[in-house]
């Protein structure tokens, strides 16, 4: 067998998901979004042969991914994901349901430009589904889009937004705040 050193127990996985939600949300404002992604599925095969290849890791070692494996933390996820009402993009789920799914992974384990674009089509369309406000047509700009800047004088553009941050602390005065270690 494999000597992984990658590896997470299953249930320490699942209490590492809690305690991820749970901080984000202790940390953030009250209503923040959070979003949990699965793990991929894994082409074992091409992962072992690019380990053998690049790794000189010997024939005699099993494959140190499975998608089998990879589909219990998928399943964790998505009771993680129940249990603490956030919403789950299952990338094990919709890569297993497509025919060609290897095809999204560069070494069999990692994303090619083919898969990293999949995932952030689910990822958008999970956004979509769940939080519509954050939809990118929705969302509101920090700042302005360059053609809108006045170019004979920018002050203009940004005056009100100078005044606002007036406010602010300085580097220094927050530096000063900040505690000594």
Known sequence: EHPNLQ??????????????????????????????????????????????KEHDWPES?????????????AEACKEIGVEM??????LWGSMNAMKDWKGLLSDGLHFNVPGNEFVAQQVKNSILAHFPELAPDSLQ??????ADIDKLNSDNTFA???KKAQ????????????PRL
Do not use: H
Request: aromatic share 8%; hydrophobic share 35%.
């Open 85 to 90: 009402e956030a919403p789950v993009v299952d």
């Open 141 to 146: 700009l920090d700042f302005p889009l360059w």
């Open 61 to 73: 070692f099993g494959p140190s991914r499975t998608n089998e494996n990879s589909g219990r933390y």
């Open 160 to 162: 009100p937004m100078l």
């Open 7 to 52: 590896t997470i127990e299953l249930e320490d996985y699942k209490s590492n998901l809690r305690q991820i939600v749970c901080g984000i949300r202790a940390a953030m404002e009250p209503n923040v979004k959070v979003l949990l992604i699965t793990p991929p599925a894994a082409d074992e095969a091409t992962w072992r042969q690019f380990q053998i």
């Open 167 to 178: 406010g602010c602390a300085s580097d220094d005065e927050r530096e000063r705040k900040l």
